[in-house]
Antibody, heavy 116, light 106 residues
Framework: QVQLEQSGSELKAPGASVKVSCRAS????????INWVRQAPGRGLEWMGW????????IYAPDFTGRFVFSLDTSLTTAYLQINNLRPDDTAVYFC?????????WGQGTRVTVSS | QSALTQPASVSGSPGQSIIISCTGP???????VSWFQQHPGKAPQLMIY???NRPSGISNRFSGSMSGNTASLTISGLQAEDEADYYC????????FGGGTRVTVL
């Protein structure tokens, strides 16, 4: 069955970096793009962008350029989200989701807390 | 600020039907409108895709429709387990989510 398994919770200091992983299984990895979605505490869903799992080309939503990096390791069928120069307002749950015009399977979410 | 507008909350009694609306300029541009249900502390779950299609395993109490720039999610025969947040989503080259609607079962 299709599964997206994300890495565990992270606590980071401001200015540090974090790398969240999303391991896919149960389907051909390079046939669906992987999207990333942020949910700040008590807030709604924000689309961060997506990565083409065939070409590894990332596309970032306007609010998520500069400090955010999407990458892949196709040998591990894993997508990554790296956030550099973390700020307190990056505190959120980050979800990966498989997409083919709609998000049919989601990871369980990774909580990232930025605090000194 | 979300480009898709949803009511902040909708409530109903068990057995009733409720409708959640989602309005925005990208709604109606194509058929790629979806709805997600999210319980507290959980990942969103796809309930409706491409306006009115249900994924396998989703109850037929959930239905979707679209008219002009407004998409709607109808929950029929409301049950306690339907209490959750609901988000609309559209794909028109760029992805948009609605701000979310809290459904309360009275």
């Amino acid at each position: 069955q299709v599964q997206l398994e994300q890495s565990g919770s992270e606590l980071k200091a401001p200015g540090a970096s974090v790398k969240v992983s999303c391991r896919a299984s149960g389907y051909a990895f390079n046939t669906f793009s992987i999207n990333w979605v942020r949910q700040a505490p008590g807030r709604g869903l924000e689309w961060m962008g997506w990565i083409n799992t065939f070409t590894a080309n990332p596309i970032y939503a306007p609010d998520f350029t500069g400090r955010f990096v999407f990458s892949l390791d196709t040998s591990l069928t894993t997508a990554y989200l790296q956030i550099n120069n973390l700020r307190p307002d990056d505190t959120a749950v980050y979800f990966c989701a498989r997409e083919i015009k709609h998000f049919d399977f989601w990871g369980q979410g990774t909580r990232v807390t930025v605090s000194s | 600020q979300s480009a898709l507008t949803q009511p902040a909350s909708v409530s109903g009694s068990p057995g009733q039907s409720i409708i959640i609306s989602c309005t925005g300029p990208t709604i109606g541009a194509n058929e790629y409108v979806s709805w997600f249900q999210q319980h507290p502390g959980k990942a969103p779950q796809l309930m409706i895709y491409e306006v009115d299609n249900r994924p396998s395993g989703i109850s037929n109490r959930f239905s979707g429709s679209m008219s002009g720039n407004t998409a709607s999610l109808t929950i029929s025969g409301l049950q306690a387990e339907d209490e959750a947040d609901y988000y609309c989503h559209s794909y028109a080259g760029i992805v948009r989510f609605g701000g979310g609607t809290r459904v309360t079962v009275l």
